[in-house]
């Protein structure tokens, strides 16, 4: 847990968590954490990081991480399912994953999560 009195962190915004240092992640290679019992996929893409729900809504299958990168895209690798990385929508715009925001302080990558309540 983040200690907000701490001037080293006195740049990351209230409810961002640290989930790992940012030579930890490989380029278009997929992590998956789970924060606050939330489970995350996070993504390098060059200088960037995306994080999005783990868990693709088609048969909620946990593997998103472990998808196929093309440009800011993640395809599910179960059923080819493919969500823009940036929005967490479709590539038809529909509803897709959730996204989190993402903060970089010192090559440390932080999370801003939210509970999800799923309705299966």
């Known amino acids: 847990m983040l200690k907000r009195n701490s001037n080293h962190l006195k740049n990351i ?3 961002f968590q640290f989930v790992c240092k940012l ?8 992590r998956r954490f789970i924060v606050d019992e939330v489970e ?10 995306f994080a999005v729900s783990n868990i693709c809504p088609h048969q909620q299958t946990h593997l998103i991480y472990d ?3 093309e440009d800011e ?3 599910c690798p179960a059923h080819g399912w493919k969500f823009n990385l940036r929005t967490g929508k479709k590539d038809s ?4 994953l959730d996204s989190y925001l993402v903060q ?5 990558v932080f999370i801003k999560v ?3 309540k799923y309705g299966w």
């Open 13 to 15: 915004e209230e409810g």
């Open 73 to 75: 895209f993640v395809t």
């Open 40 to 49: 995350i996929a996070i993504f390098k893409i060059e200088s960037e990081v």
């Open 67 to 69: 998808g196929f990168i």
């Open 104 to 108: 970089i302080y010192e090559d440390r």
């Open 23 to 30: 030579d930890e992640l490989k380029d278009k290679v997929g």
């Open 93 to 96: 715009g529909s509803i897709g």
């Open 114 to 116: 939210y509970p999800k």
